[in-house]
């Protein structure tokens, strides 16, 4: 931080919520001096940029908040994840009325929700841009349900620490759906990401579904997680990414009781089984990684 964010109190953040990487600094400290040699270009775009963002924040991913002491910072955000970094509470307006208050993480919560019950009761245009940071729904496909699952597959809500679990997601067509990516998050119960993963990241290719099919994508994965209780979520996303089909910031709230070789923040290493299932309730597994 420089002098003047010290004297001014600026803080500088990361768009996306996370932590302000030395390799992050480094880029926006970089950029910020190539807009100087561009006779100060760089800055002068924050007088039209939407966001007043300059070259350099817009490059490293940071943006500038001010956050004097004893006084009370009105942060305006799309992004859930900067949300989630810079606030302490929030509050949620949806179509000109307050429909919630209280902790940054309900909060979150309470605006999904919203938006779920929104894309239910209309169709919604898919986006030409930002569809994914707007949280735009089309409900193409729905996730009924999210269910914890321990090794001999039964339903339950604590989990011992390290203890092999199945996190199932229960998903139905209501279009045709070409090739989705399905993802799963573990949060702490204040909202923090402890882990997340997708099957685009895990290069798993997904099948094309049709509209009157359901489906069961299974992340199977360990937890060593510290005891505590955290929170599942799920998404059905685009193959393009251009929007979400459907979002649950959270989907069941689970305990997990922990032991001493426990981890607060890990790579679960996730495989994943996509099965769909029939009109009689068959299940036949179409993908296994």
């Not at 420089?2 to 400290?29: Q, Y």
């Not at 509050?91 to 919630?100: A, D, K, P, S, W």
Request: glycine share 8%; hydrophobic share 45%.
């Amino acid at each position: 931080m420089t002098v003047g964010g010290v004297a001014l109190k600026l803080k500088v953040v990361r768009s996306d919520g996370a932590s302000v990487t030395f390799l992050v600094a480094l880029v926006r400290g970089l950029m910020a001096a190539f807009s100087i040699l561009l006779l100060f270009l760089g800055f002068l775009w924050i007088a039209w940029d939407k966001d007043k963002q300059g070259w350099h924040d817009k490059i490293a991913g940071t943006t500038i908040v001010h956050v004097p002491k004893g006084t009370s910072l009105i942060f305006v955000s799309h992004n859930m994840e900067a949300v989630r970094r810079v606030c302490d509470r929030g509050l949620v307006m949806y179509r000109g009325e307050n429909i919630f208050q209280g902790t940054a993480s309900e909060a979150i919560v309470a605006y999904s929700n919203a938006i779920r019950q929104a894309a239910r009761e209309m169709e919604k245009e898919i986006p030409v841009e930002g569809g994914l940071s707007q949280r735009v729904m089309t409900f193409d496909a729905e996730i009924e349900k999210v269910v914890l699952q321990d090794a001999n597959r039964n339903a339950v809500n604590v989990l011992h620490s390290d203890a092999p679990a199945i996190v199932a997601i229960y998903v139905y067509f209501h279009k045709d759906v070409y090739k989705p990516i399905f993802s799963m998050t573990v949060r702490s119960s204040d909202g923090r990401l402890v882990y997340d993963t997708t099957t685009d990241w895990m290069k798993i290719q997904t099948p094309n579904f049709f509209a009157g099919e359901r489906c069961c994508v299974e992340f199977i994965l360990n937890i060593p997680l510290l005891e505590n209780e955290y929170q599942l979520g799920a998404d059905v996303i685009a193959s393009d990414l251009s929007h979400y089909y459907d979002r649950i910031e959270r989907g069941m709230s689970f305990w997990v009781e922990g032991f001493d070789g426990a981890k607060g923040l890990v790579d679960l290493n996730a495989r994943v089984a996509i099965k769909k299932i029939t009109a009689n309730g068959e299940v036949s597994c179409i993908n296994q990684q």
